[in-house]
Structures are given as structure tokens and as C-alpha cells.
């Protein structure tokens, strides 16, 4: 247990906030003495995983807990699918890779996306055409007030586009210890309908993918726009993309030619990196924090001094100036602490 301690180097905004405790916990058992202290001293809670999808606007006056609960176990279902489960502090992109040198299928499109196994489905990640609902088992959680462990399924967990029970009615009560998968053997199904990875696989001169292929493709994709937490402070996309009904959209087609959209029945989902960049946003920065160059759905802490506060005040400039242009108030994806 350490007091008074710097969390800059546990969210990958690189925010200097700091926590009033900090534990790490690498079993179950010393999870709940760490929540048995804090109970004690009644002291508010957080969990963070990778801390990539965290703002700390300001210093936790409580207990901050870091999951580090490691390990990788699997059981086969029959002849072309296994069971996987990891434990929540394993590395999401490590498990990745882990999965596809044994040439386990299915998680090959969410290659390279930050943070941890137990996070994964909070926000119910997706990229590339996969999001883990489609390959989402069940999870393992401890309820943090009658400190039962529970098992969730996927239809329990209400997984949306970055959404789950996690960030609804059961926010704040679970945490998360395990996630199971079921991926492929053999017979993968390849995805490579979405966004750009047909182009990536053909610059790469592949015309019969295999998963570790796509797996390529989505990284190199990756790379060539989302900055690198490691080198620039950012959390990824910092709000959702917002869905519109139909007739709203239709008449925005009238005034901007050229907006682009995702039809959905009797409703559009309108890409917001092309609405914040149509406002002037891309690549602008106020004092040290800025919309990045290629990408300006992703806010970085430019110069590696922004405060949560500041990053928060810019976001909430990108929202008003984008609800004045187009009347659509956008929403933010990136847990604010
Ligand atoms: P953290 O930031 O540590 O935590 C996120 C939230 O979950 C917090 O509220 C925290 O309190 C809570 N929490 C953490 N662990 C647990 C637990 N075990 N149980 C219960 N609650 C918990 N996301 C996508 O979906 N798709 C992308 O393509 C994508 N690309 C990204 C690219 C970049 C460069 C970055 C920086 C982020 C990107 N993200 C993306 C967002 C982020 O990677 C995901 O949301 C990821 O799942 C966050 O994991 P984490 O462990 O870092 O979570
Ligand atoms: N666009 C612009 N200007 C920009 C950015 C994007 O016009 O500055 C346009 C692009 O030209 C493209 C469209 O917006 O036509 C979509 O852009 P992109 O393919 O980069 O994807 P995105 O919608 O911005 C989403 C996810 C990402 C995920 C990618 C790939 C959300 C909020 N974001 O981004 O997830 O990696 O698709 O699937 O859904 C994250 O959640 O942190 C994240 C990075």
C-alpha cells in the first residue's frame, strides 16, 4: 500500500494526478484485504487495468487498486473450438499474439488495442469489424460489496457499441477477474470487410489471409494513425461515434454534401473524427493539449505537461463547437475520474 502516489505512469494521457493509496494486487486474496482496507477506512475505489481509457480530471482522494492478476488457461469444446480464459491483469495485445501463435482464431481483428484482458469488456472493445461480444464467452467478477464471485454471460453482460452492464447499472459494483473466449482451431473465419484492410492486405501482397495475416494488416493500419501512447499521451478515441436517426441525417446531407455515414435501419452512425474535423479541430492545439494530426477523434496531451482538467475543458470545446455546426452532441468514451 503506497500513499500519496503519482499516477502518471498508470494512464497512458501521462496526467500527473495522484491517488491518496495505491495497491497493486496480483491474487484474489490480496484483492480483498486491499477492499477490506478500504472499507475500513471507507475510502472511495478505482480499478485500473492499462489506464488507457481513463481521464483522472483531478487527485483520488481513495484507493486506487492495479489489477495484476496473471495467467492464461484453455479447454478444448470440441474439434474446431477452445474455450480461453485470462486472468484481468494479463496485457490485451500480448494475449493477442499469445492466441495466434498457437493459431487460435477470432481475436486477430482487435490486434494492438491498449490495456488489459479484465477491462475488455467494459466498453465491450471492437475494432476493425470484431467487437468481443462475437467471440465473448463469460466473465468472472467479484461483487464489491458482498465480496461473492459471480459468473457472467454474455447476454447478462448487455454488451452495445462501447457499452456493457459495466458502465450502466452495474457500474462501480463489480470488478472484473476473468474473461473467457471462444475462438477457433481451424476453419477461421477471416474478416477483412471493414475499413481498410483489404487495401493493407493487398499493399502486402496477400490474397489468401490467414488470421496472423489480418492480424498484420489491422496493425499496420493501426500504426500509421493512432499515435503511440508511449511517445504521445492519449486515450484512443475520446467519444463515441454518434448515431443519428435517419431524417436528421438526411437533412444534414442537404447543408454538408459530403458528411459520411453508416445506415442502420432508421438510424445513421456519422463518423465523429469527420464531424470534429470539419469544425477545424484536426491538428489544433490549445496550451498542451491538442486534436491529433491524423486522427482527430484522438486528443493528446501534446506536450506531455496537460492536467485531466485541461483535456477535459478541450473536449467540452470540441462538443459545443460540434453540436453548434451540426446539432449533434457528441459523448465521451473515455471514462472521466
Ligand atoms: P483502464 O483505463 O485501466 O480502465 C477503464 C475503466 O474500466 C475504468 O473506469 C476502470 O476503473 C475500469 N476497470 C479497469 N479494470 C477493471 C476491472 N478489472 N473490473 C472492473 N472495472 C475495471 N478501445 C476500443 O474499443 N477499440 C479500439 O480500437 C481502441 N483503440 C485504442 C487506441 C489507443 C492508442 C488507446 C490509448 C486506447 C484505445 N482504446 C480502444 C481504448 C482502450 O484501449 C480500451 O478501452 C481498453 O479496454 C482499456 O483497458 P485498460 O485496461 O487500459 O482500462
Ligand atoms: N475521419 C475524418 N477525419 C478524422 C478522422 C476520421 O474524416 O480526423 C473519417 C475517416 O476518413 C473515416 C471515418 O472518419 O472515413 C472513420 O475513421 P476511422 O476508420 O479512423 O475510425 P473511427 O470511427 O474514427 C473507430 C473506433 C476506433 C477503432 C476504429 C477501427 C470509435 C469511437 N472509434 O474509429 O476505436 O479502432 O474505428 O475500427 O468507435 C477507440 O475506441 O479508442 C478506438 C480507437
Redesign the pocket.
Same mark, same amino acid.
Given at each position: 500500500m503506497q500513499e500519496n502516489f503519482s499516477l502518471k505512469p498508470y494512464? &497512458?494521457f501521462g496526467v500527473d494526478a495522484k491517488a491518496k493509496y495505491f495497491a497493486e494486487v496480483s491474487t484474489t486474496d490480496e484483492l480483498k484485504d486491499v477492499l477490506s482496507f478500504s472499507k475500513t477506512n471507507t475510502l472511495p475505489l478505482? +480499478?485500473? @487495468? @492499462? *489506464?488507457?481509457? $481513463?481521464l483522472l480530471t483531478k487527485d483520488f482522494d481513495g484507493l486506487v487498486i492495479q489489477?495484476n492478476l496473471k495467467g492464461i488457461s484453455e479447454e478444448v469444446l470440441n474439434e474446431n473450438e477452445i474455450l480461453i480464459t485470462a486472468k484481468?491483469g494479463e496485457n490485451?495485445h500480448e494475449f493477442v499474439m499469445h492466441c495466434l501463435d498457437k493459431n487460435f482464431g477470432g481475436l486477430e481483428n482487435?490486434s494492438?488495442?491498449? *490495456?488489459?484482458v *479484465? &477491462?475488455?469488456p467494459?466498453?465491450? %472493445? @471492437?475494432?476493425?469489424g470484431t467487437?468481443i461480444k462475437d467471440i465473448f464467452v463469460s466473465c468472472r #467478477?467479484l461483487n464489491l460489496k458482498t465480496l461473492e464471485i459471480a459468473l457472467f454471460n454474455l447476454k447478462q453482460c448487455q454488451f452495445g457499441y =462501447?457499452d456493457s452492464i +459495466?458502465k450502466q447499472e452495474g457500474k462501480g459494483k463489480? #470488478? %472484473?477477474?476473468e474473461v473467457s473466449f471462444r475462438l477457433t482451431m481451424k476453419n477461421h473465419r477471416i474478416k477483412t470487410e471493414y475499413g481498410a484492410i483489404k487495401t493493407e492486405l493487398e499493399n502486402l501482397n496477400i490474397e489468401k489471409p490467414t488470421i496472423q495475416d489480418v492480424s498484420r494488416a489491422v496493425i499496420n493500419i =493501426?500504426q500509421s494513425k493512432?499515435?503511440?501512447?508511449k511517445q504521445i499521451g492519449?486515450?484512443?478515441?475520446f467519444f463515441k461515434n454518434p448515431t443519428i436517426p435517419l431524417t436528421q441525417f438526411q437533412e444534414l446531407q442537404r447543408k454538408f454534401e459530403n458528411i459520411q455515414g453508416y445506415p442502420n435501419g432508421d438510424f445513421v452512425k456519422v463518423p465523429a473524427g469527420w464531424l470534429i474535423e470539419q469544425c477545424g479541430w484536426k491538428g489544433k492545439q490549445i496550451g498542451n493539449v491538442a486534436s491529433h494530426k491524423l486522427q482527430s477523434l #484522438?486528443i493528446i496531451n501534446a506536450t506531455g505537461e496537460a492536467t485531466g482538467k485541461e483535456i477535459f475543458d478541450f473536449s467540452t470545446e470540441i462538443i459545443n463547437s460540434v453540436k453548434e455546426k451540426f446539432g449533434i452532441e457528441l459523448e465521451r468514451? $473515455?471514462?472521466i %475520474?
Open positions: 494512464n &497512458t478505482l +480499478f485500473l @487495468g @492499462g *489506464g488507457s481509457n $481513463v489489477l484481468a490485451w482487435l494492438l488495442i491498449p *490495456g488489459n *479484465g &477491462t475488455s467494459m466498453q465491450n %472493445i @471492437g475494432a476493425y467487437e #467478477v =462501447r +459495466f463489480y #470488478v %472484473i477477474l =493501426r493512432l499515435p503511440d501512447p492519449n486515450a484512443g478515441s #484522438v468514451e $473515455v471514462n %475520474i
